[in-house]
């Protein structure tokens, strides 16, 4: 029986780098041989550093109490794609909430976050936001890429095309919050900048809007950060300080100890059960308050 492989922060921070700063593989091979001291072991340590496409979803597509569709319907622009899930069980209309996926685009773990969120009572929509370029492909290094060719403002328009078509969804009571994960939870901070009508916002370690754009917000806040996400939290101060300067409404937890996409069970070296938990309960908890 072999030792499973050690894996250092170290390591963990140069994948943090290749995944949202240089999208250079080989760069980033040759970096973690050097770490792990040899191909062998980084080719070993690289799957687990990743997300895994394979990992077993915590709610099964077939759950009985949950009615999922790939939907369609009016962007900005253009058509957008997405994954629709609603609990088959509601008895009165229910607050709605837009999922954004992370910078691999709409892949099945997102679609397992949508339908967890769909069980926790609400109508659950998880957009494609690449659906501009076709739609989110299989390769997630190739789905990396296509992010560099989205225009922000265009992409925060299409968000908030979908808050409004979610609003009107028959079964919804017009509320519509928006939780979204790493680049989503960014896409988060700044559909909050534009949008007047979102009801709630929650950011899983996402990057912070301008302080300048902070004024316009309506929508209270949510914002989880991990500990060791240097990158990420480097922005956490000037973020909270406009807040409080133009009086909003938010709450900022720090979870010590674990790292940028702590929340992604398909990632085995960056997922923490426990923070992972804690946040999912505030988030709901959160969403329950404002989209009752």
């Known amino acids: 029986m072999t030792d499973k492989p050690k894996i250092t922060q170290a390591m963990i921070d140069a994948y943090d780098e290749y995944t949202h700063l240089s999208l250079d593989r080989r760069k980033f091979m040759e970096k973690l041989s050097l770490l792990a001291g040899s191909g062998a072991a980084a080719a070993a340590i690289a799957p687990m550093l990743a997300a895994s ?65 769909a069980l926790e009572g609400f109508v659950a929509l998880a957009p494609d936001f690449l659906s501009p370029q076709g739609g989110t492909p299989a390769d ?42 790493c680049w989503g939870g960014g896409l988060v901070n700044r559909l909050a900048t534009k949008s007047a009508g979102l009801n709630a916002g929650v950011a899983y370690y996402g990057a912070q809007p301008p302080a300048e754009d902070v004024p316009p917000i309506k929508a209270p806040l949510l914002l989880h950060y991990a500990g060791l996400d240097e990158r990420i939290n480097a922005g956490i101060d000037a973020y909270r300080e406009a807040l409080e300067a133009n009086g909003k409404t938010f709450e900022i937890f720090v979870y010590d100890g674990v790292n940028h996409a702590f929340n992604n069970d398909t990632s085995s070296a960056r997922y923490d059960k426990k923070a992972a938990d804690l946040a999912w309960s505030r988030t709901v908890d959160f969403f329950r308050k404002n989209l009752g």
């Not at 069980?89 to 709409?106: D, K, M």
């Not at 290094?141 to 299409?158: H, I, P, Q």
């Not at 078509?165 to 519509?176: E, F, I, P, T």
């Open 53 to 117: 496409g394979a990992q077993a979803a915590i709610v099964p597509e077939t759950d009985a109490r949950l009615s999922a569709e790939n939907v369609t319907y009016p962007g900005a622009k253009g058509e957008m794609k997405g994954y629709l899930v609603t609990p088959k069980a509601a008895s009165a209309p229910l607050g709605s909430v837009i999922v954004i996926h992370e910078n691999r685009g709409l892949n099945e773990h997102i679609r397992d976050v949508a339908r967890r969120m």
């Open 140 to 181: 997630e290094d190739k789905a990396r890429e296509m992010f560099s060719g989205l225009d922000m403002n265009a992409t925060v328009a299409d968000a908030e095309a979908t808050r409004v078509w979610l609003s009107k969804r028959q079964g919804a009571n017009g509320k519509v919050g928006a939780v979204g994960f």
